[in-house]
């Protein structure tokens, strides 16, 4: 069974630029979530998707904004780059929501803005 | 950059000696509790979880302690090995929403 898969793995951009990171969970999960790495601030949540909704949202800028399809895969966006936002950004899948124990990461997507 | 643990307090243990990571959480109200375990250039890995009714769980060469009067978590590794090295951390969960709330995370090093 394929784990999460997240893509692209690295990427540079370039500040005021936007991206969009994509993620297809694992196989028969629908809730998507995602959470941004960072050595100042360790790990924090961003949101949370199910059925195509957004569930939950971290305490993040309206810059980051994401967005779930039909068959479960997610993508998040994040508008006018700043050179804080360089990170790693990782996707983590479950069967539904409140299934805690069975939160599976990817293995993320290294953002880096110049 | 692999490294987004540049500045994480590190645990320094020879191989075969028992480890304890130690992890405070701030919910007391939080369902429940996971260790994950992140290595260089990778996601978390789910290690083992224990809900908040609980007190002590093992799984295999892992033990997690929770202390709900002092929220505290630990988690024990028996004889630690050198693959074993890698950035542990806890995360907490609440209600039905599948946000985890994570600790600073520890450094394991684990020496020869």
């Known amino acids: 069974k394929a784990g999460v898969t997240q893509t692209p793995r690295y990427l540079i951009k370039t500040r005021g630029q936007q991206v969009t990171l994509s993620c297809s969970p694992i196989?028969?999960?629908?809730?998507v979530s995602w959470y941004q790495q960072t050595p100042g601030q360790g790990l924090q949540f961003l949101f949370e998707?199910?059925?195509?909704?957004?569930?939950n949202k971290g305490n993040f800028p309206g810059r980051f904004s994401g967005r779930q399809f039909s068959n479960s895969r997610s993508e998040m966006n994040v508008s006018t780059l700043e050179l804080g936002d360089s990170a790693l950004y990782l996707c983590?899948?479950?069967?539904?929501?409140?299934?805690?124990?069975?939160?599976?990461f990817g293995e993320g997507s290294w953002l880096t803005v110049v | 950059g692999e490294s987004v643990g540049l500045h994480l307090p590190t645990l320094s243990v020879q191989e075969g000696d028992n480890s304890i990571i130690n992890c405070a959480y701030s919910?007391?109200?939080?369902?429940?509790f996971i260790w994950y375990k992140q290595e260089s250039g990778k996601g978390p890995q789910f290690i083992i979880d224990i809900r908040s009714n609980m007190d002590k769980r093992q799984g295999q060469r892992v033990t997690v302690l929770l202390n709900k009067t002092v929220k505290h978590l630990s988690l024990q590794i028996a004889a630690t090995q050198p693959g074993d090295s890698a950035v542990y951390f806890c995360a907490e969960i609440t209600g039905g929403y599948n946000k985890l709330i994570f600790g600073a995370g520890t450094r394991l090093a684990v020496h020869p």
């Open positions: 998707y199910f059925s195509e909704t957004q569930r």
């Open positions: 919910n007391s109200a939080s369902d429940y």
């Open positions: 196989s028969g999960h629908r809730s």
């Open positions: 983590a899948s479950s069967p539904f929501p409140g299934s805690g124990n069975t939160i599976y």
